[in-house]
């Protein structure tokens, strides 16, 4: 079990750049779920997919964000344009039923 | 308002017991209370999770009384090893970030 893989583990960019994160699931796992972690705000779910379809993106901040889960093995979350404000740890989980059961170890961005 | 509390951090020696407890007003009736573990530069780690009165297994038990507005994570006889964040997640309904909530996590240090 390869568990759920991020990547890029780090990401460095300048503001107003497109940032593409990417994440594989573990195989045979229907839920996917992106979380954003800051120091002021804790884990905050971004969107939670099912069977590859979004159930619930009322976490993701604004326009600017955007995911997407083409099929079962990969899915990915898009910045654009990336501000300042967007940098933090963001993770991606994956689970067989509705709760995250199985974390990524995440990609930091800082956008500078 | 959809609101989990638990203390910012916790100290405590090798060898003895560490409970850490979680507030949660109004989480959904026919849910888990589930618990993380996170290490510095990795995604949160399922500990456990319950339902109602306790729930143990080979790393922790959970305590959830009747009311289910608190829950209790129990760890027995910790090492040096169980230094970690030790998030709690709940579901409420309506939350405006989503139905699945996160504390803000427990900083617990063991010291020798």
């Known amino acids: 079990d390869a568990g759920v893989i991020q990547s890029p583990r780090h990401e460095v960019t300048e503001m107003g750049q497109e940032v593409t994160l990417r994440c594989k699931p573990i195989s045979g796992h229907n839920s996917l779920f992106w979380y954003r972690q800051t120091m002021m705000r804790g884990l905050e779910l971004l969107i939670y997919?099912?069977?590859?379809?979004?159930?619930?993106d009322s976490g993701m901040p604004e326009d600017r964000f955007s995911a997407k889960m083409p099929n079962a093995s990969f899915s990915t979350l898009k910045i654009q344009p990336s501000e300042p404000r967007d940098s933090a740890v963001y993770f991606c989980?994956?689970?067989?039923?509705?709760?995250?059961?199985?974390f990524g170890d995440g990609t930091r961005l800082s956008i500078l | 308002l959809a609101k989990i509390t638990q203390p910012i951090s916790m100290d405590s020696y090798e060898g003895q017991e560490v409970n850490i407890t979680c507030s949660h007003n109004?989480?959904?009736?026919?849910?888990?209370i589930t618990w993380y573990q996170q290490f510095p530069s990795q995604g949160p780690r399922f500990i456990i999770q319950g339902y109602k009165t306790k729930v143990t297994n080979e790393v922790a038990s959970l305590f959830i009384p009747a009311d289910r507005k608190s829950s209790t994570l129990s760890l027995p006889r910790v090492s040096l090893s169980d230094t970690a964040v030790y998030y709690c997640?709940?579901?409420?309904?309506?939350?405006?970030?989503?139905?699945?909530?996160f504390g803000k996590g427990t900083k617990l240090s063991v010291k020798p």
């Open positions: 997640l709940a579901v409420f309904y309506g939350g405006s970030q989503g139905n699945l909530i």
């Open positions: 109004n989480i959904a009736t026919n849910d888990y």
């Open positions: 997919f099912n069977n590859n379809v979004p159930i619930d």
């Open positions: 989980a994956s689970s067989r039923g509705p709760k995250p059961q199985h």
